[in-house]
């Protein structure tokens, strides 16, 4: 019990009576918390203590990645892995994807070249490839909806696209 009493004294906890939920009001001054100080020590002993599983960091990479609160999330339709009929003599066809959001289409080929595709109805938009935490890349789609990207995605990916009115978001799929 002694080590309690000498752990109270070295904290200035000697005075407190232990009644009530706290510190009477006053005894400890506002100026000596340092409240930058205090999160950081919370912060590191948390990610010691119980740190984030990875499965769940990268859900909310990828759930970062939908930040946009106006943008409307485009469901596959088709995929060419799933939906399509091999063809004979091809050994490795390019893949077909399909996306829909209410009247907007995003048809894409996923090729070892990169990705083609065309928005429905045609016209310009900016659209983003979106790879998790790296750096996304930027393609233009042009008047009649026409996209190309000189680099295909790896691994899991996702497309944004920025109309001048809306922002649509197709479902993540893996490369």
């Known amino acids: ?12 906890f000697d005075d407190f009576d232990g009644s ?5 009001d006053g ?9 930058g100080l205090l999160e950081e020590e919370l912060r590191q002993a948390a990610a010691i203590l119980d740190p ?7 859900i909310a990479v990828d759930a970062f990645a939908l930040h946009d609160l106006d943008a409307r999330v ?3 339709t088709f995929d060419s ?3 399509g009929i091999p063809v004979r003599g091809e050994n490795d066809p390019p ?8 009247a907007v289409t995003v048809d894409v080929e996923v090729t070892e070249d990169g990705l ?10 900016r659209i983003e490839v979106l790879s998790g935490p790296r750096e996304y890349a930027r393609l233009t789609a042009d008047d009649l909806g026409r996209f190309t990207g000189e680099a295909p995605p790896s691994g899991p990916f996702a497309l944004r696209l920025r109309t001048g009115r809306e922002v649509v978001v197709t479902e993540w799929l893996r490369a």
């Open 74 to 76: 485009a469901e596959l």
């Open 20 to 24: 009530g939920d706290g510190p009477p």
């Open 95 to 102: 893949r077909m994807l399909t996306f829909q959001a209410d």
């Open 27 to 35: 005894e400890f001054p506002a100026d000596d918390w340092d409240c």
């Open 116 to 125: 083609i595709g065309q928005l429905l109805p045609p016209g310009p938009a």
């Open 1 to 12: 019990m002694s080590d309690m009493s000498d752990m109270s004294d070295r904290h200035g």
């Open 52 to 58: 984030v599983p990875a499965g769940l960091r990268g």
């Open 81 to 83: 892995l799933v939906d």
